[in-house]
């Protein structure tokens, strides 16, 4: 007689363990990483609406609010913006989070904490440390749990996956997207949500200040080492000319990879004694390192690191790194 040996991975366990401390528990806490992003929002508003559905008590809070382009992604008024808290909750899903200190909310260690990310390099700080960095985006995870919970999804749940899924693969660009990826997109126009529709209330969506800071990113824009890197430098003066809030920016870094030449991509964001470094690079290139040899982290091709008062000569020193990790032919 045949047998059937069905195996069941590691991450299938954290994931269960998960899923069974949100059916026991009523009151939950969801945050995510400060100056959050379309999969740290998506992800937290999707799964605070599968919870909500089960009848749970849920609160978001996060360190800053969302960036301006977002406004539209259904529920995000509801998510509380402080700098710590206070009330003890049954579980606090961390999304998104390589360490718990990257949420910029106080107040979380001493609580019972369900890590749930897909970033490399995640410290695993939670009591359950559901870490799977196969997926694309956060909430390949939060829509797997969704599923396990026995939650219908809705078209608001749907429009923000759909986001964090869109804006988190780079417009389906980035590594790591699978058929398992577009299963979820599938369920996702299934419940009748138009992906051209959220695709330009993301995207057409930007103030003229963007507009006019990126023509002076690229109007100022230095190309090194044959062409392979595109350094960007954007200062406060330049945020003020242009009228434009930082977080207006997100995407920019991508363009130059849009030339040929183009490997890799350094955006230089000075801001008083701090100095923020957002590094792209395309597939061959493993940015991250770079990212981590600073204290960063991140992703192989997107990644990041902030230097406080950064030594004369730093700028140039980030170039040499960046160059020695494109492979030479
Ligand atoms: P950004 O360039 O800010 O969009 O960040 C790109 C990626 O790098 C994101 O996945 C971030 O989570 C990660 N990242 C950026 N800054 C840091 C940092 N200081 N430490 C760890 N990861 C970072
Ligand atoms: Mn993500």
């Known amino acids: 007689m045949a047998t059937t040996v069905t195996t069941v991975t590691p991450l299938q366990i954290d994931a269960s363990r998960i899923r069974d401390t949100l059916l026991t528990g009523s009151r939950f806490l969801l945050t995510s990483h400060a ?3 379309g999969d740290s929002l998506g992800s937290q508003l999707c799964l605070a609406a599968a919870l909500r559905q089960l009848g749970k008590q849920v609160r978001i809070v996060n360190a800053d609010p969302a960036p301006e382009s977002y406004a539209f992604l259904p529920d995000l008024a509801t998510i509380e913006i402080a700098a710590s808290v206070e009330d003890t909750v049954d ?5 998104e989070c390589s360490s718990l200190d990257r949420t910029g909310v106080g107040g979380l260690e001493r609580q019972t904490l369900l890590n749930i990310d897909h970033h490399l390099g995640n410290a695993m ?13 956060c909430a390949e995870l939060v829509s797997d749990l969704i599923e396990a919970l ?8 749907a429009t923000q996956l759909y986001v964090a899924i869109l804006t988190d ?12 990826t577009f299963e979820i997109c599938r369920r996702v126009a299934a419940t009748g949500v ?3 529709t959220i695709a330009a209330q993301v995207y057409n969506n930007g103030s003229v200040g963007r507009l006019r800071a990126t023509g002076m990113l690229l109007g100022q824009m230095r190309l090194e ?17 242009a009228g434009c809030e930082p977080d207006d920016l997100e995407g920019i870094v991508n363009m130059p990879l849009g030339a ?5 991509v350094i955006f230089l964001k000075e801001s008083g004694s701090e100095l923020r470094v957002s590094l792209r690079s395309k597939d061959a290139v493993d940015i991250r390192q770079v990212a981590v040899s600073y204290g960063g982290g991140g992703h192989r091709n997107a990644s990041g690191f902030t230097v406080d008062h950064p030594p004369t000569g730093t700028r140039e020193e980030v170039i040499n790194r960046v160059a020695g990790v494109i492979p030479q032919p």
């Open 35 to 37: 100056r959050p992003d």
């Open 91 to 95: 579980a606090v899903v961390v999304l």
């Open 125 to 137: 700080y939670g009591a359950i440390n559901w870490h799977d960095v196969s997926a694309c985006a």
């Open 150 to 157: 026995g939650v219908d999804l809705t078209p608001a749940m």
């Open 169 to 180: 693969t780079g417009s389906f660009r980035h590594a790591n997207i699978t058929a398992r």
């Open 194 to 196: 138009n992906p051209a």
């Open 225 to 241: 080492h044959d062409n392979q890197i595109a350094v960007l430098t954007l200062t406060d003066a330049m945020l003020a000319e």
């Open 260 to 264: 040929r030449d183009v490997q890799a």
